[in-house]
């Protein structure tokens, strides 16, 4: 993303850059909600997987 920024803004087509930056926010919201979603429902296995020392378990899961 950042490349093809660079480049769009060097070459001042900024039609092109607008719709740049319009495309990558749409793509890390996507990637934002996908994670939270992950983060959410895996939270258990997740605090396993880091050996979480068990008086923490409660507290690192909120």
Not at 10 to 30: N, P, T
Request: aromatic fraction near 10%; charged fraction near 15%.
């Amino acid at each position: 993303v950042t490349v093809l920024l660079g480049q769009y803004l060097g070459s001042k087509s900024y039609r092109d850059l607008s719709k740049m930056i319009g495309g990558a926010i749409v793509l890390f919201l996507i990637i934002a909600l996908a994670l939270t979603f992950v983060m959410l429902y895996f939270n258990n296995e997740i605090t396993l997987l880091m050996n979480t020392p068990k008086e923490a378990i409660e507290a690192t899961k909120s």
